[in-house]
């Protein structure tokens, strides 16, 4: 029987919440299969354990997840402990140094999920978001001169190196191509006149590898109202750290809120463990009520499980969100139910024992 050694980090407010869920969900898909199990080890890394101990994670804290097959995360943040603390000391030190470079997030119209537009349809809503999580317009670069004189000049550099861009690409063209889709870019070349001119050109050159791909190409801005107007027009696309962290917002919003939201930070050479998360926050507000939707997390674990090689219980995890999501019997206040995180956590289990 085949061992997956996962590293938990559930973290902060609702984090631990919806975490919870995500580990029941993939224990009982382990119950049901006989060929595989998870070991799980929890780490209590976050902002509670900054403030007893003054950093957000153990010293040795990245050696030690290092041997990990994956790692599922909660939530990090929150108030008190300032953003570049609670992130640059967990979430984004364990993406960078661990070369996550890939950001997977599928936005997808489940039946049974809030969509606010109002023709659209699940057909319509199916796409998958391949991010570039390493470098671009978050690569910390920049300057601040003459700092509170009148001649103050701010520069934030974005950065792309031709290693970084062209990995990415590839990425997104392989996935396309395994998975029988269309590629779309998604730059900015008219306005952003050295970076976005340089990402399509290597859209363009690895595309000469993929010739059955078929390929579009779209700037940010027409994207972005696309999406609302035509979300049918996308099904692999693939975009930079900045426009991909706004448009995945947006697709969240359209594929049933953030409640919902999965995403995975990807090492796809496997050099180094992958990270799989809901894509909202601590949600600090509700934090500690029960109330969170823990769907999103167990989406999470669906790609997790996709990632590990377990296909079919990844398939089969989502096809139980979307059947607790069609029943209505057990959802949270964000969806309109009453339901507890533990009650929409056990729906899902008994969904997925069902359906096995
Ligand atoms: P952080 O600073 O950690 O990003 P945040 O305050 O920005 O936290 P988010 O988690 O990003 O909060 O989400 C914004 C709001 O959306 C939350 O305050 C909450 O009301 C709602 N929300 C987010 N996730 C969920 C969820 N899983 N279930 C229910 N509501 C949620
Ligand atoms: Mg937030």
């Given at each position: 029987m085949k061992t997956y050694r996962i590293a938990v980090i559930p973290g902060d407010g609702i984090g631990p919440e919806v975490i919870a869920e995500g580990v029941k969900v993939l224990n009982r898909a382990a119950e049901l299969d006989a060929s595989f199990r998870f070991d799980f080890v929890t780490f209590p890394w976050g902002c509670e354990y900054y403030a007893k101990?003054?950093?957000?994670?153990?010293?040795d804290g990245m050696e030690k997840l290092r041997s990990f097959d994956a790692i599922y995360l909660g939530a990090v943040g929150y108030p008190g402990v300032p953003d570049h603390i609670s992130l640059w000391g967990l979430l984004l030190r364990i993406r960078k140094e661990f070369d996550q470079y890939v950001n997977i997030r599928p936005i997808q119209l489940l039946d049974g999920a809030p969509c606010p537009?109002?023709?659209?349809?699940k057909a319509d809503i199916d796409m998958l978001v391949i991010r570039e999580n390493?470098?671009?317009?978050?690569?910390g670069a920049g300057d601040w001169l003459?700092?509170?004189?009148?001649e103050e000049v701010v520069l934030q550099t974005g950065v792309f190196s031709r290693k970084g861009t062209e990995r990415i690409i590839r990425y997104a063209y392989e996935t396309a191509r395994r998975l029988n889709k269309s590629l779309t870019s998604v730059s900015k070349g008219n306005a952003l006149n050295y970076s976005m001119v340089f990402w399509d050109q290597v859209f363009e050159e690895i595309g000469r590898e993929y010739p059955d791909v078929k390929t579009y190409s779209y700037l940010v801005d027409a994207a972005a109202m696309f999406m609302i107007k035509?979300?049918?027009?996308?099904?692999v696309v693939v975009t930079s750290n900045l426009f991909g962290d706004i448009l995945t917002d947006l697709g969240a919003a359209i594929a049933g809120g953030l409640g919902l939201a999965a995403g995975a930070n990807v090492?796809?050479?496997?050099t180094h463990p992958s990270m799989f998360e809901p894509?909202?926050?601590?949600?600090?507000?509700?934090?500690?009520?029960?109330?969170?939707?823990?769907l999103a997390a167990v989406w999470s674990a669906s790609q997790l499980l996709d990632f590990l090689g377990q296909e079919r219980w990844g398939k089969a995890v989502l096809q139980a969100v979307e059947q607790v999501m069609v029943e209505r019997a057990a959802l949270t206040p964000d969806m309109g139910g009453t339901a507890s995180t533990s009650e929409v956590g056990d729906r899902v289990v008994s969904a997925l024992a069902a359906s096995s």
């Open positions: 101990h003054g950093k957000m994670m153990d010293d537009l109002k023709d659209a349809s390493s470098e671009g317009e978050y690569a003459f700092k509170g004189k009148p035509q979300p049918q027009r996308f099904e090492n796809p050479e496997r894509i909202h926050g601590s949600a600090p507000d509700i934090a500690g009520r029960g109330i969170a939707n823990p």
